[in-house]
């Protein structure tokens, strides 16, 4: 009597992983610069502080973010009210030319201002490219800072809600700019001021207090 040997089949079990966060951002090229790992109150690490203008340095600290807890944001909370102030935070490492910036930004207060902005090709204190929206004026402005003074070179009437999270987009290629403003384009400009590559950054205006969040770099 032959004995037939017993298979038992098993179901195959397939385990895929979706790709994780930082395995999506380095495939697509983009360093993401959230907050939060760096310590409450403290200044944001990575980050160079400056200033354009005049009147007090910025006060640039991380804070917990109140309506979601567990994250936590960069605020820049001093409330000076000279008007020709412009407070930036520079991330440190690498330059670009041609760039695409994105970043998460909340208006909080301001009476003077209440404008936040993204900054490129940036070479010092007074001399760089800024875009920026303003929640007390309601537009979106391209500027050239040149030995720091600002001079535009398109704007856009845009409704700018305080207290409102926003998105703000820039897109560098060569002496052409795009600007998109919570997924609309609002700006497309073209301007051979600076053609070098350079840092890039964050900057606020006066008494703007202003949060921000989730700064995105995709260099080309």
Not at 71 to 97: C, H, I
Not at 158 to 175: F, M, Q
Request: with cysteine.
């Amino acid at each position: 009597m032959k004995v037939r040997p017993i298979v038992v089949m098993l179901p195959a079990v397939f385990l895929v992983l979706a790709p994780s966060a930082s395995a999506q951002e380095k495939a697509a090229g983009a360093k993401v610069i959230g907050f939060d790992s760096d310590a409450v109150g403290a200044p944001p690490a990575g980050f160079e502080l400056a200033r354009t203008g005049k009147g007090a340095e910025g006060k640039w600290v991380v804070s917990e973010d109140k309506d979601k807890p567990g994250n936590r944001v960069l605020v820049q909370e001093s409330a000076d009210k000279t008007d020709d102030r412009f407070p930036l935070a520079v991330v440190k490492d690498g330059t670009y030319k041609d760039v695409t910036l994105s970043v998460r930004a909340r208006p909080i207060s301001g009476k003077v201002d209440q404008a936040f902005g993204l900054v490129w090709r940036y070479r010092d204190a007074n001399n760089y490219y800024l875009t920026r929206c303003n929640a007390d004026e309601d537009n979106c402005t391209i500027y050239h800072v040149v030995k720091g003074s600002r001079r535009p070179f398109q704007n856009k009437s845009v409704k700018v809600a305080t207290n409102t999270w926003h998105t703000l987009k820039l897109d560098a290629r060569g002496d052409h700019f795009s600007v998109w403003f919570d997924g609309e384009k609002v700006l497309d400009a073209k301007d051979g001021t600076f053609q070098e590559a350079g840092k890039v950054g964050l900057w606020t205006k006066a008494d703007s207090v202003i949060q921000f969040d989730d700064l995105t770099i995709e260099g080309r």
